[in-house]
Each structure stands twice: as structure tokens, then as C-alpha cells.
């Protein structure tokens, strides 16, 4: 079993940034990938970005693409996503999720993820 606690979710103004976090703990050895998935009011989860929790490889949506950063620190056991020019339509409850099987890095489907965060609400006012 993994578990997943998110923070840093908050209400910024658009062109902001916001760093969120997540922590993983349990059996943490078994993780493959983490990836961040967000959900925006009346719109179905989408895949946001995927670090390999060992090589360190990302990948990311194309809304993601040159704003966003996901990033790793192994020694904390902690997933990062950091948020920079920030756009009213990033706004939606943020999910991290980890993989715990071996799969290629680019795969963006919500059922290979086998343990889910809580969530994070992300706020962007225009």
C-alpha cells in the first residue's frame, strides 16, 4: 500500500504560481511512476504530468508544456509540480497518483494509477 497526501493548492491571481507537493509513504519501493491529474468543475480528470520515480524522465499535456515543472526529491519521498503562469482555466481540484507497475513513461490513463491523493484545489482568478 502507498498513500499519498497532497498540499500547496490555494487561490492565486492569474500569471502566479504555485508550487504543490505531494507525500508518499508505505510501500514506497514499489513506486514506478507519479503522475499529476487535475480536475476542473463538470469536466472529467485529465492527466496533467508523469515523473519516473527512479530515472527521474518526464512528461507532460501539451497545457502543461513550458509552464508546468513535475520533479522528484527520492529522499522525501516527494513529488512536485510546479505551477508558473498560472491561467484561469488551470483552475480544478489537483491529484497526484502512483503507478506501481513498469510501464512506459508517456502512458496518460487514469487506471494505471493505483493509489490517489486526496486532492488540492487550485484557484486561479482572472
Known amino acids: 500500500q502507498v498513500q499519498l497526501v497532497e498540499s500547496g493548492g490555494g487561490l492565486v491571481q492569474a500569471g502566479g504560481s504555485l508550487r504543490l507537493s505531494c507525500a508518499a509513504s508505505?510501500?514506497?519501493?514499489?513506486?514506478?511512476?507519479m503522475g499529476w491529474f487535475r480536475q476542473a468543475p463538470g469536466k472529467e480528470r485529465e492527466f496533467v504530468a508523469v515523473?519516473?520515480?527512479?530515472?527521474?524522465?518526464?512528461y507532460y499535456a501539451n497545457s502543461a508544456k513550458g509552464r508546468f515543472t513535475i520533479s522528484r526529491d527520492n529522499a522525501k519521498n516527494t513529488v512536485y509540480l510546479q505551477m508558473n503562469g498560472l491561467k484561469p482555466e488551470d483552475t480544478a481540484v489537483y491529484f497526484c497518483?502512483?503507478?506501481?507497475?513498469?510501464?512506459?513513461?508517456?502512458?496518460?490513463?487514469?487506471?494505471?494509477?493505483?493509489?490517489w491523493g486526496q486532492g488540492t484545489q487550485v484557484t486561479v482568478s482572472s
Open positions: 515523473i519516473n520515480w527512479i530515472t527521474g524522465q518526464t
Open positions: 508505505g510501500r514506497t519501493v514499489s513506486i514506478d511512476r
Open positions: 497518483a502512483a503507478d506501481v507497475r513498469i510501464r512506459v513513461l508517456y502512458r496518460a490513463y487514469e487506471a494505471d494509477y493505483d493509489y
